[in-house]
């Protein structure tokens, strides 16, 4: 038996390079070695989401994307998180025995309190227990994850440990798999790439788009003129360049160094290797968009697979706890 993988990703729409080489790329390469489950978290999306206008146009672009990469749906399961609705009755059991201090002391819910004030909602608050019911519904046994989610799969673990102790060994505790490359920064250096930041390239983008996009990153602040020599370490660009052409990095850093190089050769040369790097994905996907029910499809058959699996662990919950 393969050990089960469960992971998850909010609904944002096209997906970028920080999606791709921070988390797609693992999840790919992974389905032969786990027996995958690939979510689509519409329902945690709801805790920072006002306008919901755009969410199933988003979840449609984000599948795509993940399709054209190389999830496979016959390999692996993808689905979305409210298709399959067993799981909020198994978040608000687990709600039942998860300590309220626990849940205030997770990092990202303060940032989220100071992110938006306005608008600090209940689902905030027990969004880990809601990513756990995510992860044991489907007694799912590695969560691969950047760092920033660490805690929260530390949490997951303490909460079915808690769930194992008052009621019975039912749950495995989910062991976190950080990704080889855990933070990728934006064009503008400094902040994790995102899309609410602007500071990101999507992978779906044409060869010209690429280009356009790339040109606006930012580079070695110290390097004003063509003719001061840079620092690469501190370059944006040139971490990128270790992703899309490793082979020529340390030639450049050299090239960089002693100001053989412009910044805005260098992001031509970077902008080329992303766009053949990406150029069969972006093939495949506008394949895939030629068949406008696929997507549906796809979701469809991993919602049915899915919820065969949650039936059976809520049945065994329920019965654990005295419900039945
Ligand atoms: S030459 Fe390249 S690595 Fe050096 S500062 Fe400019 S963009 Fe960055």
Partial sequence: ??????????????????????????????????????????????????????????????????????????????????????????HTLLSMITPLGWLLRVPTFKEKVKIQPHNVNYGLVGYPVLQTADIVLYKAEVVPVGEDQVPHIELAREIARRFNNLFGNTFPEPVAKLTSFPLILGLDGKEKMSKQL?????????????????????????????????HPEVCNVYHLHGYFNPSQLDDIAEQCRAAKIGCVDCKMLLAEKINFTLRPFRKRRAALAAKPQYVKEVLADGAQRAQAIARVTLSEVKQRMGLV
């Avoid at 609904?11 to 689509?40: F, K, M």
């Avoid at 199933?56 to 990469?69: K, T």
């Avoid at 496979?72 to 399959?84: E, G, M, R, T, Y």
């Fill in 198 to 230: 602007g500071n990101d390239v999507e992978i779906a983008l044409s060869d010209k788009a690429t280009i356009d996009r790339v040109m606006t990153a930012v580079t070695d602040p110290a390097r004003q003129y063509r003719s001061d020599p840079g």
């Fill in 1 to 90: 038996m393969k050990r089960r993988v469960f992971s998850g990703a909010r609904p944002t729409g096209r997906q970028h390079l920080g999606n791709y080489l921070g988390a797609l790329q693992n999840w790919v390469s992974i389905q032969d070695e786990y027996d995958c489950i690939y979510c689509v978290v519409d329902v945690h999306a709801l805790t920072t989401l006002e306008d919901t206008s755009s969410l199933q146009q988003n979840i449609h672009e984000m599948v795509l994307d993940w399709l054209a990469v190389g999830l496979d749906p016959q390999k692996s399961i993808l689905f979305v998180q409210s298709h399959v609705p067993e799981v909020m009755e198994l």
